[in-house]
């Protein structure tokens, strides 16, 4: 069974991109642009308690403060719009745990927690990616198989 840390360490590219929670929405959209991202984990940065990541913002969220603050979503700060607990999950979920989280919370992108530290994220499409992933192997192995045998039966 894969897990998270499985999948964290195929992926390709590895950067975590963050924001404060005092930066505003045009900040983020400004780095999901020239980072040709959809989300960002928005952290507190604060001396007593380290880096806490807060939430997640994406896309979806700039349509959401468009539609509530109009013209001024520009200038909005991202901890204005943060409205729902974070959710993550851990190195040993599981791939299907991590599906079932983001289908019932109806997320994109979860954070990957290690003792209170971000350590990486999955998204949507890392899980596509696995599952085509296993399809093709499925695939190739009656393939391979036939191959094997037919390769023993010439010996």
Known sequence: MMT???MLRAKRDTRIITLRMHE???????????ENISSVIVKDVCRTEGNTVVGVF??????????EHGANTPKVTLAALLKR???SCSLADSVETVLRLMVEHQV??????????????????DLMRHYLKEEEE?????VTA?????LAALR
């Open 4 to 6: 998270v840390d499985d």
């Open 24 to 34: 505003t929405v045009a900040d983020a959209v400004l780095v999901m642009k020239r």
């Open 58 to 67: 994406s896309e979806r969220d700039v349509t959401r403060a468009v539609l």
């Open 85 to 87: 607990a974070v959710i």
């Open 108 to 125: 994109r992108h979860l954070p990957v927690m290690q003792e209170h530290s971000l350590v990486g994220v999955i998204s949507a499409t």
């Open 138 to 142: 499925a695939l190739r192995e009656p």
């Open 146 to 150: 036939g191959m094997e045998a037919g």
